[in-house]
């Protein structure tokens, strides 16, 4: 009976996991920033809608370009992160477009790749869903 209950309660819980979005624009750069500075694929796939595909691009890193559900995003990002090992992502400008409900995001990323520090710009584009904000897109300028 008693696993039963734990079980019943963990079932209630999954809804919530699965409709993960970001509760607001300061919670999105925080986990953005965490994510991409510290190769936590989690922290960026915490933004997205289970039912929503997001564009991931990242030319010359990775080869798969594309839109994307929330698990192989996660599990994309994984492997670019463990290619290129991310070090540090820096916010360079931000720009909400209340008529589009988005929100702009332009970053400085710098990753090893090959061994080599280089930097790349990263465009990341916010929806924002009634009261929380989901991952529309992530994309790298190309080398």
């Known amino acids: 009976m008693r696993l039963s209950m ?3 309660a963990l079932l ?6 699965a409709s993960a979005q970001f509760r607001d624009l300061d919670t999105a750069m925080s986990n953005l920033k965490r994510g991409f500075s510290s190769g936590d694929p989690q922290a960026i796939v915490a933004g997205m809608a289970s039912g929503d595909k997001v564009m991931l691009q990242f030319p010359g890193l990775m080869e798969q370009s594309d839109f994307f559900g929330r698990d192989q995003a996660a599990y994309l990002l994984d492997g670019l992160f463990n290619k290129v090992k991310p070090s540090a992502f820096e916010e360079q400008k931000a720009v909400k477009s209340s008529a589009e409900q988005q929100y702009h995001i332009t970053g400085t990323w710098t990753i090893q790749n090959a061994g080599k520090p280089e930097t790349r710009e990263l465009y990341i584009t916010l929806k924002q869903k009634g009261d929380s ?5 992530i ?3 190309g080398k």
């Open 6 to 8: 734990k079980f019943a």
């Open 139 to 141: 994309r790298s300028a």
């Open 133 to 137: 904000w989901s991952v529309v897109s």
């Open 12 to 17: 209630l819980f999954v809804p919530l996991v």
